[in-house]
């Protein structure tokens, strides 16, 4: 079946400009997750939804971040004021419910690049 | 809190030989414990993951992973190494006690696994 996909997979964009980052999981999955992966490093974890609510936004760096997903499917990451230090690879998860044993299965991530 | 290392940037082997990658791990109590898999510009494939029980776990294309609790260690393993395994290999934890309100997991800086013909 269809993987976790991501739009647009590469987005370059000004500092100080909004952008938005979509996500869509796998069909039938409560469970999603936003990471964050800069050059040469892991993925850091930045919000977790389980169905429409935000269980753990623990990772959102500062409160320019902020991510909804208000049908409890698709997913939006949001990015106020993008500084240049905002660029990275942002990779979506998605599980298929609420246990912490569940495998969460990654999408292609959109590049983000702020110049 | 929980941490995971990967003590190694980049391996290196030649085809047809065993290869390890090498994991260890921190937590608080319990670990749930991944591999991932990431090829040039695609995202993270899931490779495999220790649960509980048998301490040897297998997964997919031959790789499996043995949980050693004592030496809080993870590695990676594969019999025969392939050149198309030439990719980058993240280790992951998420702390079993952490209670139903957090399930991200905590990844390594990655290692580099270079396959050589």
């Known amino acids: 079946g269809a993987g976790v996909s991501q739009t647009p997979s590469n987005k370059v964009t000004e500092k100080g400009k909004y952008v938005e980052l979509r996500c869509d999981p796998i069909?039938?999955?409560?469970?999603l997750y936003w990471y964050r992966q800069s050059l040469g490093q892991g993925p850091e974890f930045l919000i977790y939804?389980?169905?429409?609510?935000?269980?753990?936004d623990s990772g959102l760096p500062n409160d320019r971040f902020f991510a909804v997903r208000p049908e409890g499917s698709v997913s939006t990451l949001k990015i106020q004021r993008t500084e240049r230090g905002d660029s990275a690879v942002y990779l979506c998860?998605?599980?298929?419910?609420?246990?912490?044993?569940?495998?969460?299965?990654f999408g292609p991530g959109t590049r983000l690049t702020v110049l | 809190a929980q941490s995971v290392a990967q003590p190694e940037d980049q391996v290196n082997v030649a085809e047809g030989n065993p290869l390890t990658v090498k994991c260890t791990y921190s937590?608080?109590?319990?670990?749930?414990l991944f591999w991932y898999v990431q090829y040039p510009n695609r995202g993270l494939q899931f490779l495999l993951k220790?649960?509980?029980?048998?301490?040897l776990v297998k997964g997919s294309y031959g790789f499996e992973a043995e949980f050693n609790k004592s030496q809080t260690s993870f590695h990676l393993k594969k019999p025969s190494a392939l050149v198309s395994d030439s990719a980058l290999y993240f280790c992951?934890?998420?702390?079993?006690?952490?209670?139903?309100?957090?399930?991200?997991?905590?990844f390594g800086k990655g290692t580099k696994l270079s396959v050589i013909p």
């Open positions: 992951a934890v998420r702390d079993a006690d952490s209670g139903a309100g957090s399930y991200q997991l905590t």
């Open positions: 069909s039938g999955h409560t469970a």
């Open positions: 939804f389980q169905g429409t609510g935000a269980a753990d």
């Open positions: 937590v608080s109590g319990n670990p749930y």
């Open positions: 998860a998605s599980s298929e419910g609420g246990h912490g044993t569940d495998t969460q299965y």
């Open positions: 220790y649960i509980t029980g048998d301490n």
